[in-house]
């Protein structure tokens, strides 16, 4: 039961990270791999499979906010939402690799959703960067890096 315990609240905490909430998974992630009590492959899939869902969440919602632009209440003024999407031109869905970013990373997936990146490719992508990161937080621990 412990077990099923730990994973979990490492997948919230990667999903959480992974949104527009402030959070740290990777001192979660590490403090697991130092126990010692875990599978290394599994705690590497749970926070990435967390830490991509959570991602989603902000394309979700970069999906639906194109509706409120023009409030006043809008986070982002016209300019910066321009500025914003044509950066994302420019680069390509091929920018959401660095989504795992601590600045900027969730922006990344806000404005995939505004400009409607498929799904599909958004999950891959994004789940390659955040699977990258973890895997080098994962060797870092171990003392591999």
């Not at 130092?34 to 499979?49: D, F, M, T």
């Not at 690799?97 to 959703?113: C, E, F, K, N, Q």
């Amino acid at each position: 039961m412990i077990d099923l315990a730990a994973y979990a609240g490492l997948f919230a905490a990667a999903f959480i990270a992974a949104t527009i909430f402030p959070m740290q998974s990777e001192a979660i992630l590490v403090g697991l791999l130092l126990s010692g009590n875990y599978s290394v492959p599994a705690l590497i899939a749970v926070a990435s499979i967390g830490n991509t869902l959570g991602a989603a969440v902000n394309w979700l919602l970069g999906r639906g906010i194109e509706r409120f632009r023009e409030r006043r209440w809008f986070p982002a003024n016209p300019r910066q939402l321009e500025r914003a999407e044509r950066w994302y031109r420019k680069y390509g869905k091929w920018s959401l690799l660095l989504a795992w970013l601590p600045v900027g990373g969730d922006a990344l997936t806000v404005i995939a959703g505004v400009l409607k990146e498929p799904l599909w490719s958004f999950l891959l992508l994004v789940f390659i960067g955040k699977l990258a990161r973890y895997l080098v937080v994962a060797f870092a621990t171990a003392g591999l890096i």
